[in-house]
């Protein structure tokens, strides 16, 4: 498993289509981890973006929201998600499963819990949560053979190993087989 960087996001991972975020905010992708921002709420059936009055959420209650971004993600990267203390310091907790799921495409579904006993307000695009993102493919990183290592050229050296292997076995075992089946045959 190997930590997406801000680097090899920007000049890897996103420009191939392995990791997207959209609206992308550069500043945001720092150590390893990218901050993810308010973006809508549930309203009735209806979801719809956070104005800039922000969103109140009473007292002991709670708000299913939505992230600002939109995360896609291929079948080699998985999120795993992360707190943020300054939400904590309000009385707010983020509720969230722990991954995001390889091929994953949307905006996050979340809820935030108001763990106080006044009206917690947050603000439009305040940042909410952080996600660290993974490849957890096997295949060997190559910066210059990132589409060759798609195909997985490491599957068919260890497949091309066994063989050889299956070949020297069979060299080694063969002789005694044949004794085994000739001591068999005059019983």
Do not use: C
Request: charged fraction near 20%; charge should be negative; aromatic fraction near 10%.
């Amino acid at each position: 498993m190997l930590l997406i960087s801000k680097l090899m996001h920007d000049s890897l991972y996103g420009p191939q289509g392995a990791l997207r975020i959209i609206p992308y905010e550069a500043g945001n992708y720092v150590s390893g981890h990218y901050y993810f921002r308010l973006g809508a709420k549930r309203q009735g059936r209806d979801v719809v973006p956070i104005d800039s009055r922000g969103l109140s959420i009473a007292p002991h209650s709670h708000a299913q929201i939505w992230s600002l971004e939109s995360f896609t993600l291929n079948e080699r990267v998985l999120g795993l998600f992360g707190s943020l203390s300054a939400l904590f310091d309000k009385g707010l907790q983020l509720l969230n499963s722990p991954f995001i799921d390889p091929a994953f495409n949307g905006a996050l579904s979340l809820v935030l819990l108001n763990l106080t006993g006044d009206v917690q307000t947050i603000g439009a695009g305040e940042k909410i949560g952080k996600v660290s993102f993974f490849d957890v493919s096997d295949t060997l990183f190559d910066p210059k053979g990132f589409d060759e290592n798609q195909k997985r050229k490491d599957l068919v050296e260890r497949y091309e190993a066994a063989l050889k292997l299956q070949d020297i076995i069979k060299g080694l075992i063969n002789p005694y087989a044949n004794t085994i089946a000739d001591s068999r045959s005059g019983d």
